[in-house]
Antibody
Framework: EVQLVQSGPEVKKPGESLKISCKGS????????IAWVRQMPGKGLEWMGI????????RYSPSFQGQVTISADKSISTAYLQWSSLKASDTAMYYC??????????????WGKGTTVTVSS | DIVMTQSPDSLAVSLGERATINCKSS????????????LAWYQQKPGQPPKLLIY???TRESGVPDRFSGSGSGTDFTLTISSLQAEDVAVYYC??????????FGPGTKVDIK
């Protein structure tokens, strides 16, 4: 079964750092782009950026460039989303999702269940 | 960035009736070289991740019931649920993948039972 398994919920304080993960299984992890999508409480979907785990080619939405870092470790089939200094406004659900094939210009067909990040003093 | 808009914001439809959601992009998402519209539809039920329903504007994802259909081209698209079922209560999003980065989503349309 093709699946993306995300790390568990996080509760952090403003200014702290955080790295959440997304482990792929059941397919060739290096052959498909992985995206990260934010959903703030009660709001819609925002695409943050994307990585090709095979060569770590990474693209960011202008809205998130410089705010987060996307990376991957192909040896363990895992993608990451990290923050160096969290803000309360980073409180959201974060999903990883696989693009449908090796082409970046494709929809996202497999989604993780999401990681809840809560930032509060 | 390509801006996606949806209408209506929400709608309530009786069981067995048709539900229609519209999506508009700020520029064409039709690639003339392959005549494909780079437009997808997702369904998100409460507490769940989004689920891909339709891509290339009108191709149903494997396992999606045939009561879901997509149409349109260029900048104007429609998702139709031909006979609403109770399990179709959800928020529906359109998304363009013509120009990356960034992928952009519409604001969502909430579908309820009347």
């Amino acid at each position: 079964e093709v699946q993306l398994v995300q790390s568990g919920p996080e509760v952090k304080k403003p200014g702290e750092s955080l790295k959440i993960s997304c482990k792929g299984s059941g397919y060739s992890f290096t052959s498909y782009w992985i995206a990260w999508v934010r959903q703030m409480p009660g709001k819609g979907l925002e695409w943050m950026g994307i990585i090709c785990p095979g060569d770590s080619d990474t693209r960011y939405s202008p809205s998130f460039q410089g705010q987060v870092t996307i990376s991957a470790d192909k040896s363990i089939s895992t993608a990451y989303l990290q923050w160096s200094s969290l803000k309360a406004s980073d409180t959201a659900m974060y999903y990883c999702a696989r693009h449908k094939n090796y082409d970046i210009l494709t929809p996202m067909d497999v989604w993780g269940k999401g990681t809840t990040v809560t930032v509060s003093s | 960035d390509i801006v996606m808009t949806q209408s209506p914001d929400s709608l309530a439809v009786s069981l067995g009736e048709r539900a229609t959601i519209n999506c508009k992009s700020s520029q064409s998402v039709l690639y003339s070289s392959n005549n494909k519209n780079y437009l997808a539809w997702y369904q998100q039920k409460p507490g769940q991740p989004p689920k891909l329903l339709i891509y290339w504007a009108s191709t149903r994802e494997s396992g999606v019931p045939d009561r879901f259909s997509g149409s349109g081209s260029g900048t104007d698209f429609t998702l139709t649920i031909s006979s609403l079922q109770a399990e179709d209560v959800a928020v529906y999003y359109c998304q363009q993948y013509y120009s990356i980065p960034p992928v952009t989503f519409g604001p969502g349309t909430k579908v309820d039972i009347k």
